[in-house]
Antibody, heavy 119, light 110 residues
Framework: QVQLVESGGGVVQPGRSLRLSCAAS????????MHWVRQAPGKGLEWVAV????????DYADSVKGRFTISRDNSKNTLYLQMNGLRAEDTAVYYC????????????WGQGTVVTVSS | QSALTQPASVSGSPGQSITISCTGT?????????VSWYQQHPGKGPKLMIY???KRPSGVSNRFSGSKSGNTASLTISGLQAEDEADYYC??????????FGGGTKLTVL
């Protein structure tokens, strides 16, 4: 069964940086686009960013464009999210999600990593 | 990109059917057959229940079905069971080559 394990969350002050990782296993990582999706406390899901199967295409939500950078290392089966200039409103659980081979959807999700931006 | 509109809550008794709506615009729900639905239990990551408006992944009960009319998509759960109690989110691909989610619907099984 597909496994996605996020790490790197924590408590950080406003304006600082954090890098999240998502270790993927039990599927051919190099074949699929990968996404980051976040969920603020008590709120709904918000799509954050996508990286194509080879990292050649990347896109971002307007709310993080210019501050966050998605990347992937296919030799390590790992997805990353570099978050700079963090704001209080970036506080959330961050999930990585695998793009489905069946259609335009996210077919597997990790358990999430918590990011808290607070002074 | 504005979030898709879902009712905050719905409820039903075991064995009954419920429908959750998801309203967007012609730039997302109405423009593509790329609506998906996710189930999320407390403290867990979301689970894909429906993709491409009405298709079910392997392993998902046929009690779950999806449809779309214009800018509104719907998820119907028939034969409600206690384990269906969860939050449900719709999602759609958009014309700006990004994805948007609904605000979520809390399903209570009475």
């Amino acid at each position: 069964q597909v496994q996605l394990v996020e790490s790197g969350g924590g408590v950080v002050q406003p304006g600082r940086s954090l890098r999240l990782s998502c270790a993927a296993s039990k599927f051919t990582f190099t074949t699929y686009g990968m996404h980051w999706v976040r969920q603020a406390p008590g709120k709904g899901l918000e799509w954050v960013a996508v990286a194509s199967y080879d990292g050649g295409y990347k896109d971002y939500a307007d709310s993080v464009k210019g501050r966050f950078t998605i990347s992937r290392d296919n030799s390590k089966n790992t997805l990353y999210l570099q978050m700079n200039g963090l704001r209080a409103e970036d506080t959330a659980v961050y999930y990585c999600a695998k793009e489905s081979s069946l259609g335009n959807a996210f077919d597997f999700w990790g358990q999430g990593t918590v990011v808290t931006v607070s002074s | 990109q504005s979030a898709l509109t879902q009712p905050a809550s719905v409820s039903g008794s075991p064995g009954q059917s419920i429908t959750i709506s998801c309203t967007g615009t012609s730039s997302d729900v109405g423009g593509y057959n790329y609506v998906s639905w996710y189930q999320q239990h407390p403290g867990k990551g979301p689970k894909l229940m429906i993709y491409d408006v009405s298709k079910r992944p392997s392993g998902v009960s046929n009690r779950f079905s999806g449809s779309k009319s214009g800018n509104t998509a719907s998820l119907t759960i028939s034969g409600l069971q206690a384990e269906d109690e969860a939050d449900y989110y719709c999602s759609s691909y958009t014309t700006t080559t990004t994805w948007v989610f609904g605000g979520g619907t809390k399903l209570t099984v009475l």
